[in-house]
């Protein structure tokens, strides 16, 4: 029976967003929604330690505390061996029973696709279906004379020792043993070139290693001004192929004419890297990412396995397979490279094939543009290949392909990566101000709203190192809520890291990860969390994106996502007050005009076109450029400078007649506009002008009432983050305070006719607003926010609009009593204490250390008038920390789990005597730095297989294996890695209840 359940909850999830909630179910399923609309755990097996019986333990505490579903990984992170090696029988058999137990339990999942995280890697790989890179070897002769000369071949795995962290003892994390790797250079071909005079330091052009495919270049890859000396530009008669003089064993003869040549011996290798972290058995060759075979070759030999396994239960319990943000280091040739690449280009890159050792031939454009359709190749290959491969191969098993398409390393365009995979997924950490995590969010939102997926998943909160463990429900809370705003509209968590034996924190995913499982302080009291993300993404899944602004990302390749946002922006001159998308060229071609806004074909719709800020645009892309201009499209960009890539006279002539009439006179500096058909393209002129012009207005707008002191938000804004939706009838605006204060503001929506209705994910209430019209389009609104408090404004027709509770904030408060002393405390460890006034636990000499949870409790009395003087009564336990649940006369009256921490107790409270006890939860930290003090009962190794700073478990300790008495009993904690920074000298996090604590009535 649940199979069907899930199998309708499914199908009812591929309707996307032809599926538009009606006003009823849009109400029904916010207040209470459905399993697939809960946030997701990544569940990590550590280096298999893993069993039966604590598989069937973690999926039933991940149910009870309100997760949707699981995502399963193998690796290690610096965990010793476990009993289990990866992918045999009995690993096979712990699959099924997990997959087994998710269907018992109603639970969702997805696999990653290998082990460790990197890429797609495994010990079946062979060096034929791995990576592979151009690699050469040099040799000097002056001529004239008969060289005789065996050329060398390069050393296997050249990235050991040149990329990564440059030292091939850490780099072994990434790589695969040199040894199993020799003999597996093929040859290319060999020439001979001009030497570079002794004596002159070389020139290169800027940026030659990540132009020739050696790396990632970070933002685009605008064209070297380099002037280079005659006396080393290589003419390209001077590139003499020897290829015929070399025998099979390397030996070159060759009757060379006068000058100083190097003989180059060029071929392709493999780059030697390896999935990683890898849980042991799992080890081996990433695949080639450009080759199809090799893609179909990994299927067939693992995930298709999976899929069997999964049967009749794949697309329904079983629903994702999943790749990890792209971690597998460069790739820059395949087996028959050479033939795709005439085939694409109509030349042949061997004649000029030294260009790829950093020469220079020709002159510093043409070197630029062979090496741009060199670069184009290789990343239509990877994104066609490897993801568009790996999205195909899903489709016909009957599960989606999940990825976060980027990486800070590869050669591919993540806007076209983005465009093959079904469930876009983005990450960030917590509490850090990573700016190219926005730019990878707007990504994977802009590749949802342009295609018309429904989900834009997410690797929530990964945990920084430096902040371990410092993770909770209220203290990131605001972070989860900005990247909602961004368009990231489920959560899977980063993450859980499972654990069969019985000591706690327990194992973790090495010094990484937001620890959240069963064994932190805190988790028996999230479900309130958990519930309020489900609500936003049930409202964040319905309806389609609203957006004003188009970007179109470009052409270049490689082109990473995350570092187009900078300074705040990737539309500098776009006002907060409206929103955008990013698209690649394959929506751009999909676009058409209609009413001057411009479609997709399954997604949003806009009002502007912007161009990307590239030197390159090619003449397809011109002639598109045009046809939307003259169906009556608003465009706003620079007029590029060249077509990119080695273009013929004819192409050449045809770029600069289009952009002669698609920009006519103007010049983005007196002229800055130009009609053409029905459109107009603008140049130099501020978008905030051009929507202006067009009578675009601000979609949400603000201003604060008062004049109070705001502070900083986390990433940069204007203080309330929003994103839009339409669902049906409804207008659906998700608005996020990212100020830790109280704030009203007088809002302004785009919205006009219909009934404001307001929203709290928190609680599942929906009240009535009072709102004023503005115009013929606007609708303004007085709103008040909590600290960081996020909630909906919802926009419906006056005939469905039925909410008749006021705003919270329309009622008046009052305090009835003042509960904040005289408490008595009974500690999870058997401690107790009394606080005449609240303080932290950390000024409790013999409790200072203690992390878990300590009950607070006390008696106050009530009257009957003092309990009918309102419909709330509220306690107010002031600075909590870090979470905490409040009971009165024994029922649980629910969670204070973010600020301001207050409960309503109304319903439990009587006339007389009452009795309260709020039990608090703080962090694991303060429990790690006091076992500082104490001997170690560890055997640390730094031979961790990590690059992260600390020590790793050398062994798990007997006494966790066995579940026996501990050696040292002063130590508390049990943990798999040993922090530099987790110490006896540093502070102790505040912890506990500190008030005031107060009884308000409303």
Request: aromatic share 10%; glycine share 10%; charged share 25%.
């Amino acid at each position: 029976m649940m199979k069907k359940i899930m199998c309708v909850l499914a199908l009812c999830g591929c309707a996307g967003l032809s599926a538009v909630a009606s006003t009823a179910s849009l109400e029904s399923g916010f207040k209470k929604p459905a399993d697939e609309y809960k946030p997701w755990t990544w569940w990590h097996w550590m280096n298999g330690h893993v069993t039966r019986e604590s598989i069937t333990r973690d999926l039933e505490e991940m149910k009870r505390s309100g997760l949707g579903g699981f995502g399963l990984w193998n690796t290690h992170e610096g965990i010793p061996k476990g009993p289990v090696k990866y992918g045999t029988p009995e690993w096979w058999e712990l699959v099924e029973h997990t997959m087994n137990e998710a269907e018992r339990l109603g639970l969702f999942m997805e696999i990653f696709n290998c082990a460790g995280w990197s890429a797609t890697g495994a010990p079946f790989v062979t060096p034929e279906m791995a990576m592979q890179e151009v690699a050469w070897t040099e040799a000097r002769f002056n001529g004239p004379g008969k060289a005789k000369i065996q050329l060398t071949v390069p050393k296997a795995v050249l990235g050991l020792e040149r990329d990564m962290k440059k030292n091939p003892k850490i780099n072994q994390r990434y790589y695969m043993p040199r040894k199993g790797l020799e003999g597996c250079f093929r040859d290319l071909a060999v020439f001979a070139v001009p030497s570079i005079p002794k004596g002159e330091k070389p020139r290169t052009l800027k940026n030659w290693r990540e132009k020739a495919g050696f790396a990632k270049l970070a933002g685009y890859m605008n064209p070297d001004k380099l002037k280079i000396p005659k006396s080393q530009l290589i003419r390209q008669d001077q590139v003499i192929d020897l290829s015929e003089y070399m025998n099979a064993d390397g030996f070159l003869e060759w009757e060379a004419p006068a000058g100083e040549w190097t003989i180059l011996r060029m071929g392709y290798q493999p780059t030697g890297r390896g999935n990683h972290p890898a849980a042991h058995g799992g080890r081996g060759l990433e695949i080639d990412k450009m080759s199809a075979a090799a893609m179909d070759f990994y299927w067939e030999h693992f995930l298709s396995r999976v899929v069997r396994l999964a049967g009749d239960r794949a697309g329904t319990v079983f629903q994702n397979i999943l790749c990890d943000s792209y971690e597998a280091g460069h790739q820059n040739w395949t087996a028959g490279f050479d033939q795709k690449f005439i085939d694409r280009h109509g030349y042949d890159l061997k004649k000029v094939l030294p260009i790829l050792t950093g020469r220079v031939i020709q002159s510093p454009e043409y070197t630029e543009r062979v090496l741009w359709d060199y670069r184009k190749l290789i990343s239509d290959m990877i994104v066609g290949n490897y993801y568009g491969r790996m999205q195909e191969n899903c489709a016909k098993a009957g599960v989606k392909f999940a990825s976060e398409p980027y990486g800070r390393y590869g050669n591919a365009n993540d806007f076209d990566m983005a465009g093959k995979v079904d469930i876009p997924t983005c990450e960030w950490w917590a509490n850090l101000k990573q700016q190219d995590r926005i730019g990878e969010a707007r990504l994977v939102a802009s590749a949802a709203h342009t295609y018309g997926r429904k989900v834009v998943s997410s690797e929530a909160f990964t945990g920084s190192p430096k902040r371990i463990f410092e993770s909770h429900p209220g203290g990131i809370k605001v972070q989860g809520d900005y990247f909602m705003a961004q368009g990231v509209n489920k959560f899977c968590f980063h993450t859980w890291a499972h654990d069969p034996y019985e000591q706690a924190p327990g194992l973790g995913l090495g010094t990484y990860g937001s620890r959240f499982d069963s064994r932190n302080t805190w988790w028996p009291y999230v479900g309130d969390f958990l519930e309020y993300l489900a609500r936003n993404q049930y409202m964040l899944q319905q309806g389609k994106f609203v957006g004003d602004v188009v970007c179109y990302a470009g052409e270049d390749a490689p082109l990473k996502s995350g570092h187009l946002y900078r300074g705040g922006h990737i539309l500098k001159d776009l006002p907060y007050s409206y929103d955008y998308s990013m698209c690649n060229t394959e929506i751009l071609m999909q676009l058409t005009v209609k009413k001057g806004r411009l479609l997709t074909k399954n997604g949003s719709d806009f009002g502007v076109l912007q161009l990307p800020h590239s030197p390159w645009m090619s003449v397809e892309v011109l002639k598109k450029v045009e046809e939307l201009l003259k169906a009556g499209a608003v465009i706003s960009g620079a007029k590029p400078a060249s077509a990119p890539g080695n273009t013929a006279k004819a192409e050449r002539d045809q770029f600069a007649a289009l952009t002669k009439r698609i920009w006519g006179a103007a010049n983005g500096r007196k002229v800055k506009s130009n009609q053409y058909g029905q459109g107009v393209i603008y140049w130099g002129e501020p978008l905030s002008n051009i929507l202006k012009k067009h009578g675009i207005a601000p979609d949400f707008s603000f201003s604060v009432v008062g004049t109070q002191k705001l502070g900083k938000t986390m990433y940069p804004g204007v203080g309330i983050d929003f994103i839009h939706r339409q669902v049906g009838a409804d207008e659906v605006y998700f608005l996020s305070n990212q100020h830790a204060v109280t704030k009203t503001v007088k809002a302004r929506f785009r919205v006009s006719g219909k009934v404001p209705e307001l929203w709290f994910p928190d609680s599942g209430e929906i009240c009535k607003l009072s709102a004023t019209p503005s115009g013929s389009e606007h609708t303004e609104i007085e709103l008040k926010f909590g600290p960081n408090e996020a909630y909906f404004v919802v926009f419906r027709d006056p005939s469905v609009a039925t909410a008749t509770k006021p705003a919270p904030w329309s009622k008046k408060e009052q305090q009835i009593a003042d509960l904040s002393s005289d408490w008595n405390l009974n500690f999870s460890n058997g401690g107790s204490a009394s606080m005449a006034q609240l303080q932290s636990w950390t000024k409790l000499d013999k409790l200072k250390y203690h992390s878990g949870t300590a009950t607070y409790q006390k008696t106050f009395a009530l009257t009957k008038q003092q309990l009918a003087k309102a419909d709330e009564m509220l306690i107010d336990l002031g600075q909590v920390d870090v979470i905490a649940e409040v009971k009165v006369n024994g029922k649980n009256c629910g969670i204070a789990w973010k600020p301001p921490y207050r409960v309503n107790i109304a319903n439990a409270l009587r006339a007389g005597e009452n009795k309260v006890e709020v039990t608090v939860a703080n962090l694991w930290v303060n429990r790690l730095i006091g076992d500082q003090r104490f001997k170690d009962d560890h055997v640390w190794t730094t031979e961790t297989g990590s690059t992260a700073s600390g020590m790793g478990l050398k062994k798990i300790p007997d006494w966790v294996l066995n579940n026996s008495e501990r050696p040292v009993k002063d130590r508390t904690a049990f943990y798999a890695w040993k922090w530099d920074h987790i110490n006896s000298k540093k502070p102790l996090l505040s912890s506990g209840m500190l008030g005031p604590v107060k009884l308000i009535a409303r």
